[in-house]
Nanobody, 124 residues
Framework: QVHLVESGGGLVQAGDSLRLSCVVS????????IGWFRQVAGKEREFVAA????????AHANSVRDRFAISRDNAKNTVYLQMDSLRPEDTAVYYC?????????????????WGQGTQVVVTL
C-alpha cells in the first residue's frame, strides 16, 4: 500500500511559478514510479511528468517539457513538480500517483495509488 498527499496548488497569474509537492509513504514503498497528472472537469486526465524512485530518471510531457521539472528528495520521501511560466491552460487539478516498478510512460496505465489532488488556477 502506498499513500500520497499533494500540496502546493493555488491561484496565480500567467507567468508565475508554483512548486507542487507529493509526500509518499507506505510500508511497501520503494520500487515505484511516481507520476504527476492533471485533469480539467469534463476532460480526460493528462500525463504531466513522472520519475522513477530508485534512479530518479524523469520524463515530461511535450506540452510542459520546457516549463515544468519533476524531481524527488529521497530523504523526505517527496516528489516535486516545479512549474514555471504558468499559462491559463495549465489550470487543472493536479494529482500524483504511484505505480509498481521503475517504468516511465506517458499514460496513467499501471498507476494504482492516487492522491487527493491539488487545484492550480492560472489567470491572465
Amino acid at each position: 500500500q502506498v499513500h500520497l498527499v499533494e500540496s502546493g496548488g493555488g491561484l496565480v497569474q500567467a507567468g508565475d511559478s508554483l512548486r507542487l509537492s507529493c509526500v509518499v509513504s507506505g510500508p511497501t514503498f520503494g520500487d515505484h514510479t511516481i507520476g504527476w497528472f492533471r485533469q480539467v472537469a469534463g476532460k480526460e486526465r493528462e500525463f504531466v511528468a513522472a520519475i522513477t524512485w530508485l534512479s530518479g530518471a524523469p520524463a515530461h510531457a511535450n506540452s510542459v517539457r520546457d516549463r515544468f521539472a519533476i524531481s524527488r528528495d529521497n530523504a523526505k520521501n517527496t516528489v516535486y513538480l516545479q512549474m514555471d511560466s504558468l499559462r491559463p491552460e495549465d489550470t487543472a487539478v493536479y494529482y500524483c500517483a504511484a505505480r509498481n516498478g521503475q517504468v516511465l510512460g506517458s499514460t496513467d496505465n499501471g498507476y494504482v495509488y492516487w492522491g487527493q489532488g491539488t487545484q492550480v488556477v492560472v489567470t491572465l
